[in-house]
């Protein structure tokens, strides 16, 4: 006999088919905004492109700027989609992290990820912000983010791996400014950065302005603990080795 109660059965495999649907329009969305932009991105060409009726479109996501939206969230969120910002796996682990140079460490190697993922697409959303809903729900995206760091910082200073004399204000504030994608944005396209350039660029950056001098130094230095297993190390000289 059947342990597992037949409606429960179908509610999970209905909700997984939902979550596969939502998902393909997302990635249509993402396609199209990113190459011929949101003012050509219809409703109408997002189901064609992933094979589902417009109806499915507007019943998923209800209108063009929250389809936009929900795209920078799923897509930015990468494997685990729109999952709860503070509950992925790599926030876990800077949450869990032995000491505050591990975390700025994984914030660098991971944290920049998102920006890469949604910089095709953010010539989009640029074009989009006059819209109010679009405009509403960025500045809620936004306000989120900036309270995730806040979680971050706190936690720092709780345990005593901020500089002296920093108060959780204006860490919030530093990590807030310099972890962002305007900075992405201008080093890997306008200065013609690497990726890995930018993320060991951000990582060393942090780590002087939220850091103690020593713990900063020592977190950037070769064979650091802090970065033992991360790809942005491989550039890091770029920016601690001495001036000749």
Not at 29 to 39: D, I, K, P, S
Not at 74 to 82: D, K, S
Not at 120 to 130: F, Y
Request: hydrophobic share 45%.
């Amino acid at each position: 006999m059947n342990d597992v109660d037949p409606p429960v059965v179908y509610r999970t495999a209905r909700a997984e088919r939902a979550a596969r649907t939502r998902l393909r329009i997302a990635e249509a969305a993402y396609e199209l905004f990113a190459t011929v932009g949101y003012g050509a991105t219809t409703m109408e060409a997002v189901g064609k492109r992933a094979g589902v009726a417009v109806q499915t479109v507007y019943f998923v996501f209800h209108t063009k700027p929250r389809l936009l939206i929900e795209t920078l969230k799923i897509t930015g969120g990468g494997q685990e989609g729109t999952a709860d910002v503070m509950a992925r796996s790599w926030i876990q682990a800077v949450l869990e992290a032995h000491d505050g140079a591990r975390r700025l460490a994984l914030i660098a190697e991971h944290g920049t990820q998102i920006y890469r993922r949604l910089g095709p697409v953010w010539p989009a959303v640029l074009a989009a912000m006059g819209d109010p809903e679009v405009s509403a729900a960025w500045q809620g995206v936004v306000r989120g983010r900036r309270e995730g760091m806040r979680t971050i910082v706190t936690l720092m200073a709780e345990r005593d791996e901020l500089r002296d004399g920093l108060s959780v204000e204006l860490a919030t504030d530093l990590l807030f400014g310099i972890h962002r994608h305007e900075l992405f944005l201008a080093f890997t396209g306008e200065c013609g950065w690497s990726f890995d350039r930018y993320r060991a660029w951000t990582f060393v950056t942090l780590c002087d302005q939220l850091l103690p001098p020593g713990v900063a130094m020592a977190a950037v230095a070769p064979g650091s603990p802090a970065t033992q297993d991360l790809e942005l190390v491989s550039f890091l000289r770029d920016f601690t080795a001495p001036i000749e």
